[in-house]
């Protein structure tokens, strides 16, 4: 099936410092790329959503200056976490819409990298 | 905006007990998609409801789509050790032409041996 594979798997960062998270989709073309962010026991929350060639949209409340959204191919988008503070500290996730058996011409299911747990000290 | 909850937030069953976790929706949605993380890892696609009224099976896994299409259900039967994890349904929107997926808060399932 299709992999988004997600690097780094963990890292941890002094305050001030900037952090760059990349997803690649591996055996398919995502031309989109979601990132998200999970706090400890918390659900999924929509940070961007990112497309090919064309700048991010940000969801409300989430700082485009300070997560910068890249997709400069079908391939690749990346995160940067720039001047990273404690309370950044927290899972990214990005996942890829990918098309999903037996659900049809309209049938998508997202796939989702292994997630990036970022710790800022 | 679109708000997912879901209840209850946490459940303990012993094992072989079944588990039903209730997703509902603010809005009228499009499909609803359910996934499974287990503790540590990432979330993982179980299945897409479109339908109203629709209701699928995999294995001890019975998924339910409401008639209005804004409530959705998830019942494991006799649950297994493996079942452990988070489960979040998820509901496919857009908005000004992009689409989203809202995740629900989750249902946390641990068992009992």
């Known amino acids: 099936g299709a992999v988004v594979s997600q690097h780094p798997s963990r890292v941890i960062c002094k305050s001030g410092t900037s952090v760059k998270i990349e997803c690649r989709s591996l055996?398919?073309?995502?031309?989109?790329m979601f990132w998200y962010r999970q706090f400890p026991k918390q659900s999924l929350m929509l940070m961007a959503t990112?497309?090919?060639?064309?700048?991010?949209?940000?969801e409300q409340g989430v700082e485009k200056d300070k997560f910068l959204i890249n997709h400069a191919s079908l391939t690749l988008s990346t995160l940067t976490v720039t001047s990273a503070h404690p309370e950044d500290s927290s899972f990214y996730i990005c996942?890829?819409?990918?098309?999903?058996?037996?659900?049809?011409?309209?049938?998508?299911?997202?796939?989702f990298g292994s997630g990036t747990r970022l710790t800022v000290v | 905006g679109q708000q997912v909850m879901q209840i209850p937030q946490y459940q303990h069953v012993q094992e072989g007990e079944d588990f039903t976790t209730y997703c509902n929706s603010s809005?009228?949605?499009?499909?609803i998609q359910w996934y499974k993380q287990r503790p540590g890892g990432h979330p993982v696609f179980l299945i897409q409801?479109?339908?109203?009224?629709e209701v699928k099976k995999q294995k001890r896994l019975t998924f339910q789509f409401g008639e209005a299409k804004k409530n959705s259900s998830l019942h494991i039967t006799a649950t297994q050790t493996t079942d452990v994890g988070t489960y979040f349904c998820?509901?496919?929107?857009?908005?000004?032409?992009?689409?989203?997926?809202?995740f629900g808060t989750g249902t946390r399932l641990t068992i009992i041996p």
């Open positions: 996942s890829a819409r990918v098309r999903e058996r037996g659900l049809g011409a309209r049938g998508y299911g997202y796939t």
């Open positions: 055996d398919f073309q995502a031309t989109t």
């Open positions: 990112s497309n090919e060639g064309s700048k991010a949209t940000y």
């Open positions: 809005t009228t949605l499009s499909n």
């Open positions: 409801l479109v339908k109203s009224g």
């Open positions: 998820a509901g496919r929107s857009r908005d000004f032409g992009n689409e989203k997926l809202t």
